[in-house]
Every structure is written in structure tokens, then in C-alpha cells.
Antibody
């Protein structure tokens, strides 16, 4: 059974860095991709970036300068780091494998 | 970036009737490898999106055959026959052909 679970701080101060972890079970990171997607409250979905099974990454050009995605295959974990957070980065953050299996999401609020 | 335009924004429907959602792309979604990476998701209230259809017309595991995806190039349609209460929510199309990957703005399927 494939499961993904996001974890991280619920509250981040403006200008700070967001760090999230996606812990995966039931699949291998060396065989499957993992994407990060976010959704501001009451709004639509935004694809942020992906780490492919070969370890390569692609990022949404709108946030590429602030975003980094990495992984630890031994721990089945994928990491998101995004710097210079602003209030408009307040959103539910999801990780998803192969665009098919999604985590429940974690709400991140950017506020002082 | 590829823009996906979904219509209608909201689709009132009577339970048991058919619903149809359109997704039009600002450019062809045929990848250089010949595949068309156009997916459909349903997001129910308070839940993460769930994959319904991948590569235009392939139903994901466990998706009822009431859901039918079709189309080609830059014009795609999701049809839901015999709408049931569990089908209500927001439907999104998503393209993973061109980087950055993008979502449509969503269509809310609601009771008439």
C-alpha cells in the first residue's frame, strides 16, 4: 500500500525558510518520482517541482530561484526547501508520487 | 507556460445525469515521445486530489467506468455518466508534457 505523509512547521515567519519532509512507504524513490504541489486556501493547485527517479529535478520557473527539492533514498524521504517566504506562500503543501499517489497535505501559514 | 482553460467553472447536475467538463490547452500536449500527458483529478472537500484519468483516457486503479476521458492535441473532455453523490467536488485537468507542469483552474461539480 502506497502512502505519503508530509511533515513540517505549521507556522513560518516572513522572509524565513520553509523546510518540509515527505515520507514515503510502499514504493521506491529510485523507481518513482515525487512532486510537490501547493494550494492556497480556497484556491487552485500549483505544481512546484519534481524529483525524478534518477535524482534529477525540475522546478516551476515562477519559484525556481527560491526552491530546492532533494531526497534521502535510504530513509524514503523527499525534502522541500523554499526561502524568502511571504504571506502569499500560505498554502496546503502536498507531495505526490508519479502524480498518482498523494499525501494528506500539511498547512503552512506565513505570518509574524 | 502552458495555460489550461477549464469550462464551465461550475457544473450544476442532477444525480443520475451526465456531466461534461472541457479542458483546452494553449498549445499541443503531445510530447516528443508521442505520449500526451493530460490527467484529470477530483478533489473532494477537505481531501487531497485523487487521480481519475491519466494520459488522456486511461482510468486509474479503482476508478469506475462512469468516468471517461477523451481528446487529443489541445482539446480534452472528461465525461461522468450517471453522476453519484461521491462524484461531487472540484475537477482539475493537469498537463505534464511541458515544463513547468500546470493545472487548470478547476470545475466545481455541484447538485442542481
Amino acid at each position: 500500500q502506497v502512502q505519503l505523509k508530509e511533515s513540517g512547521p505549521g507556522l513560518v515567519q516572513p522572509s524565513q525558510t520553509l523546510s518540509l519532509t515527505c515520507t514515503v512507504s510502499g514504493l521506491s524513490l529510485t523507481s518513482n518520482s515525487v512532486s510537490w504541489i501547493r494550494q492556497p486556501p480556497g484556491k487552485g493547485l500549483e505544481w512546484m517541482g519534481v524529483i525524478w527517479s534518477n535524482g534529477g529535478t525540475d522546478y516551476n520557473s515562477a519559484i525556481k530561484s527560491r526552491l530546492s527539492i532533494s531526497r534521502d533514498t535510504s530513509k524514503s524521504q523527499v525534502f522541500l526547501k523554499m526561502n524568502s517566504l511571504q504571506t502569499e506562500d500560505t498554502a496546503m503543501y502536498f507531495c505526490a508520487s508519479d502524480f498518482a499517489y498523494w499525501g494528506q497535505g500539511t498547512l503552512v501559514t506565513v505570518s509574524s | 507556460d502552458v495555460v489550461l482553460t477549464q469550462t464551465p467553472v461550475a457544473q450544476p447536475v442532477t444525480l443520475g445525469d451526465q456531466a461534461s467538463i472541457s479542458c483546452r490547452s494553449s498549445q499541443s500536449l503531445v510530447h516528443s515521445n508521442g505520449n500526451t500527458y493530460l490527467e484529470w483529478y477530483l478533489q473532494k472537500p477537505g481531501q487531497s486530489p485523487q487521480l481519475l484519468i491519466y494520459k488522456v483516457s486511461n482510468r486509474f486503479s479503482g476508478v469506475p467506468d462512469r468516468f471517461i476521458g477523451s481528446g487529443s492535441g489541445s482539446d480534452f473532455t472528461l465525461k461522468i455518466s450517471r453522476v453519484e453523490p461521491e462524484d461531487l467536488g472540484v475537477y482539475y485537468c493537469f498537463q505534464a508534457t511541458h515544463d513547468p507542469f500546470t493545472f487548470g483552474s478547476g470545475t466545481k461539480l455541484e447538485i442542481k
